[in-house]
């Protein structure tokens, strides 16, 4: 495991008086694992910040097999995370204070140069010339093996199937059978139809506990389940604009694309969490104005103008009452 794929475990990680406390009410290994599981799940979200709705932590129980009730209260009963329940969201201070000492020796470790990981570079000997009467060196010796070793294998392999095939055929014209050709090698299609991969997609997106396993997977959580309508939408629009329809014949090329294009911290993902924020800006902006007209600029409401600064009208039977400054009915 390298070093900064994860998070390093301090030296007295049990000696946690709430991690002890857990051990003893629930059972000891079946919440250790949970614990982790949640510190590396948020050791791959954003700002190691997670969602804790319902639906995502009923889904993250289901993709790891747990008991949905001690997952609760392993989040919520030790004082092992923090969880703002209006956002509801959570994190690990002890996950903050670990990755803040990681990354404090990362940016040590920029300022010095080091680039660390990068292996020693290997001088090469130079070959002799065999043909020459020369001694081979270590490399071509190598070579020589690797080759000769190659060959026998491929001419017992080519040996052995001729033979295979032989007996099969020999075996079956004893019994009086007739020997018929598989359909792939007389070139006839696959029985199973190639469906277009817009089908595919709609295909995957009926299925809500894979739909769901993508949220935590992508950690955008509730943000992706109350948008997936244009999530689906996204990813079409990147397979069109990166030319990937030819490779999507199956499901599975499909449920293996989407994957990697929510994957943590890759550029599309991040696209697509900044397009769906943006799609929630939006939708409650047209919300908080949903009783009032946009002409040329202009708020209005039954033709009537609506002052620059004023607040949103607040329902169908407001009217802006001038002297007072102020919506009434």
């Given at each position: 495991?390298?070093?900064?794929?994860?998070?390093?475990?301090?030296?007295?990680?049990?000696?946690?008086?709430?991690?002890?406390?857990?051990?003893?009410?629930?059972?000891?290994?079946?919440?250790?694992?949970?614990?982790?599981?949640?510190?590396?799940?948020?050791?791959?979200?954003?700002?190691?910040?997670?969602?804790?709705?319902?639906?995502?932590?009923?889904?993250?129980?289901?993709?790891?097999?747990?008991?949905?009730?001690?997952?609760?209260?392993?989040?919520?009963?030790?004082?092992?995370?923090?969880?703002?329940?209006?956002?509801?969201?959570?994190?690990?201070?002890?996950?903050?204070?670990?990755?803040?000492?990681?990354?404090?020796?990362?940016?040590?470790?920029?300022?010095?140069?080091?680039?660390?990981?990068?292996?020693?570079?290997?001088?090469?000997?130079?070959?002799?010339?065999?043909?020459?009467?020369?001694?081979?060196?270590?490399?071509?010796?190598?070579?020589?093996?690797?080759?000769?070793?190659?060959?026998?294998?491929?001419?017992?392999?080519?040996?052995?199937?001729?033979?295979?095939?032989?007996?099969?055929?020999?075996?079956?014209?004893?019994?009086?059978?007739?020997?018929?050709?598989?359909?792939?090698?007389?070139?006839?299609?696959?029985?199973?139809?190639?469906?277009?991969?817009?089908?595919?997609?709609?295909?995957?997106?009926?299925?809500?506990?894979?739909?769901?396993?993508?949220?935590?997977?992508?950690?955008?959580?509730?943000?992706?389940?109350?948008?997936q309508e244009e999530v689906i939408a996204a990813f079409k629009e990147h397979i069109r604009r990166f030319?990937?329809?030819?490779?999507?014949?199956?499901?599975?090329?499909?449920?293996?694309?989407?994957?990697?294009?929510?994957?943590?911290?890759?550029?599309?993902?991040?696209?697509?969490?900044?397009?769906?924020?943006?799609?929630?800006?939006?939708?409650?902006?047209?919300?908080?104005?949903?009783?009032?007209?946009?002409?040329?600029?202009?708020?209005?409401?039954l033709g009537h103008p609506i002052p620059k600064d004023a607040p949103p009208r607040p329902d169908r039977?407001?009217?802006?009452?001038?002297?007072?400054?102020?919506?009434?009915?």
């Amino acid at each position: 495991m390298k070093k900064d794929q994860y998070f390093n475990l301090e030296v007295n990680f049990l000696s946690n008086d709430n991690i002890v406390r857990m051990m003893m009410e629930l059972d000891a290994a079946q919440s250790l694992g949970i614990y982790m599981m949640l510190l590396t799940h948020l050791r791959k979200a954003d700002n190691y910040e997670a969602s804790c709705c319902p639906l995502c932590m009923g889904a993250f129980a289901r993709m790891y097999d747990l008991d949905a009730d001690v997952l609760q209260r392993v989040l919520r009963e030790f004082d092992l995370f923090v969880l703002d329940e209006e956002r509801q969201m959570f994190r690990s201070p002890y996950l903050d204070r670990v990755m803040a000492k990681l990354e404090e020796r990362r940016m040590i470790n920029v300022a010095n140069g080091k680039k660390g990981g990068r292996p020693k570079r290997m001088e090469s000997t130079p070959e002799t010339p065999m043909d020459k009467g020369g001694k081979p060196n270590q490399n071509q010796k190598s070579r020589e093996e690797e080759r000769r070793v190659t060959t026998v294998v491929k001419d017992n392999n080519s040996s052995n199937e001729e033979k295979t095939e032989k007996e099969h055929s020999a075996a079956a014209a004893s019994d009086g059978l007739q020997i018929v050709t598989p359909p792939e090698d007389r070139g006839q299609l696959p029985l199973q139809p190639v469906l277009p991969w817009e089908m595919l997609v709609d295909q995957m997106a009926e299925s809500e506990s894979y739909m769901e396993s993508m949220a935590m997977h992508s950690c955008m959580g509730k943000l992706f389940v109350e948008r997936q309508e244009e999530v689906i939408a996204a990813f079409k629009e990147h397979i069109r604009r990166f030319g990937r329809e030819d490779g999507l014949l199956f499901l599975r090329d499909v449920k293996l694309y989407f994957g990697n294009y929510l994957s943590p911290g890759g550029r599309p993902a991040q696209e697509l969490k900044k397009r769906l924020l943006g799609s929630c800006r939006q939708a409650a902006e047209e919300e908080l104005y949903r009783f009032e007209q946009l002409i040329g600029g202009q708020r209005t409401y039954l033709g009537h103008p609506i002052p620059k600064d004023a607040p949103p009208r607040p329902d169908r039977s407001a009217v802006w009452d001038e002297v007072h400054w102020k919506w009434g009915n």
